[in-house]
């Protein structure tokens, strides 16, 4: 006579069984699904980089060299000029994306603000900065460096932090282009400091009007800190500039490399979905770009923007 131990290990041994065909069964489906898919969508490999093209081939890269004329952005009572630095920095950055095959287009090459206006006029500084998201915008970019240095009250505080804007449609991308380049500079930065030294930053986002409005992943690269005597010290020596503007170019071609890889897998995965740039249509430059004597709303939380 069977035992109830015996009945209950027999219904036990066979729930299992159940279980074991059911997941097997769903896994077949899920791969007959997959192949059939493949079958139907997809070419045999997905298509890879061009081996013969230079890495930043295609791309137009525009670098806004910050500040400009009357706006000297942040400086040092011995008479050491932010916007003197920012213009350098895009001058010698430029030939080295060239270089990496892309066409390059800085917003100044000299020491000019681009507002227009009399530099006593009220509307000159925010004037200046949405010519600059005008000039981006209708150069159509297929990314905006926007190069600036920092200041702080903390005098050991040194390196490089990367900022975007966290609402805009390219904020994904902006976000990895922050990400790739300060993990760029934070190892660059790494050659030049001491034990306990704080040069190490994540990249912050924030309310930055250029940002908010160009129509194309951005970031401001604040290079290093004025209130640093290291800092300041490195970006007086041509050797120092030469080699973080190639970092900059370095960062940039691994944020190129990425997103190609992204947008590769996309389309060999789902043709239409796949997108290096998002066109939707966003808010046109000439709805904020502001006459002068029109007000303006700007949230303004940082020293340089
Ligand atoms: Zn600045």
């Given at each position: ?34 192949c059939l898919y493949a079958h139907l969508h997809l070419p ?105 240095i920092n200041s702080a009250r903390d005098p050991q505080m ?148």
């Amino acid at each position: 006579m069977t035992s109830f131990k015996g009945i209950l290990e027999s219904r036990l041994l066979l729930i299992r069984r159940r279980r074991l065909f059911l997941v097997i069964g769903i896994a077949a489906l899920l791969i007959a699904i997959v192949c059939l898919y493949a079958h139907l969508h997809l070419p045999v490999l997905p298509p890879g980089p061009a081996p013969d093209k230079l890495p930043l081939e295609g791309k137009k890269i525009l670098i806004d060299a910050g500040h400009g004329g009357i706006d000297s952005g942040t400086n040092t009572k011995e008479g050491y000029l932010e916007k003197t630095v920012n213009l350098e920095m895009s001058i010698i950055l430029k030939p080295r994306l060239e270089a990496l095959g892309a066409k390059v287009l800085l917003s100044r090459e000299s020491d000019v603000d681009l507002s227009g206006l009399a530099p006593d006029h009220p509307q000159r500084y925010r004037t200046d900065l949405a010519n600059r998201v005008r000039w981006a915008n209708d150069e159509e970019g297929d990314l905006l460096l926007s190069l600036h240095i920092n200041s702080a009250r903390d005098p050991q505080m040194r390196g490089a932090i990367l900022l975007y804007h966290p609402k805009t449609p390219f904020t994904d991308q902006s976000k990895e282009l922050a990400h790739t380049l300060q993990k760029e500079l934070n190892s660059f930065y790494a050659h030049y400091a001491k034990e306990g030294e704080i040069y190490r930053h994540q990249p912050y986002g924030g309310d930055f009007f250029v940002l908010e409005y160009v129509k194309m992943p951005s970031v401001i690269v604040e290079m290093g800190f004025i209130t640093n005597y290291q800092d300041r010290a490195l970006f007086l020596k041509a050797d120092f500039r030469n080699a973080l503007a190639q970092k900059i170019a370095d960062g940039v071609v691994k944020y190129i490399n990425q997103e190609l890889v992204k947008k590769t897998f996309f389309e060999w995965l789902w043709p239409r979905r796949g997108h290096l740039r998002d066109d939707s249509p966003g808010e046109s430059a000439a709805d904020m770009v502001f006459a002068p004597g029109q007000p303006v709303p700007i949230a303004q939380d940082h020293d340089c923007l």
